[in-house]
């Protein structure tokens, strides 16, 4: 059997970081049962994964902040607790990567490119979702949130990626699904491409202006080999 021939990079790059949840992993269903247990505790109702996805992206406090509508920091810190308690317990019940991304992280290993995720989820959780859904292996570094680096939109864990890479920024793509993506990659001065099918929608996604949107990881692959990622498309 022939070997396949190796990707093309006519684009020069040498490390790519990607997001986490929305962007690798649809850990929406999960990450909104775990809310859900939170409230239920204090006699609440419930929330959709729509309503809770739209608070993801910025870390568990954030979330929690945005779901209860609170800046209380004793309420906060206990409501945080719950959450995270019960989302280590069940972090994979639902959790799938998206069509694709298995594939795509392969054959961007294959093509000799320095891989990363950068996420606000817990490092822990971070590794074990990556591992427990087999692409651990495709990445160099798997970073989430921890006492190391600042969190993202803070670019702090991009530079840190860079210099392991000894990649430029030029040489360095974002990946992501969200503004918070958008802001890390800015903060970082380095392209950004989010993905259609997590966080947010590409209607709300044009208004933030990444250098691409792209609708599926096999798109992202594609256009990277050719070298049109930053070309203009058209969609119906």
């Not at 990946?175 to 259609?196: H, K, L, M, Q, W």
């Not at 599926?216 to 930053?230: K, N, P, Q, T, Y």
């Amino acid at each position: 059997m022939k070997t396949p021939a190796p990707m093309a990079n006519p684009l020069g790059l040498k490390l790519i970081v990607f997001d986490l949840d929305g962007t690798l992993v649809d850990a929406f269903a999960d990450i909104a049962a775990a809310v859900n247990h939170m409230l239920a505790l204090d006699g609440l109702p419930p929330r959709t994964v729509e309503e809770v996805k739209q608070h993801v992206g910025r870390g568990v406090r954030r979330l929690v902040a945005g779901i209860l509508g609170t800046e209380d920091e004793k309420v906060l810190d206990e409501k945080v607790r719950v959450l995270t308690e019960y989302y280590r317990q069940y972090p994979v019940r639902e959790a799938t990567l998206y069509d694709g991304v298995a594939e795509g992280l392969a054959q961007l290993d294959q093509a000799g490119l320095h891989l990363a995720v950068a996420s606000n989820k817990p490092d822990v959780l971070t590794r074990y979702l990556l591992q427990h859904l087999g692409v651990a292996q495709y990445f160099d570094w798997i970073l989430g949130q921890s006492d190391a680096f600042p969190r993202k939109p803070a670019p702090e864990i991009l530079h840190h990626l860079m210099r392991n890479a000894g990649a430029d920024p030029s040489q360095t793509l974002v990946v992501g699904d969200s503004e918070t993506d958008i802001e890390f990659a800015r903060n970082g001065r380095v392209p950004v491409v989010c993905v259609t099918y997590g966080q947010r929608t590409r209607k709300e996604l044009e208004p933030l202006a990444p250098d691409a949107i792209v609708d599926s990881m096999s798109e992202l692959v594609a256009r990277i080999a050719d070298g049109s990622l930053f070309s203009p498309t058209t969609k119906g």
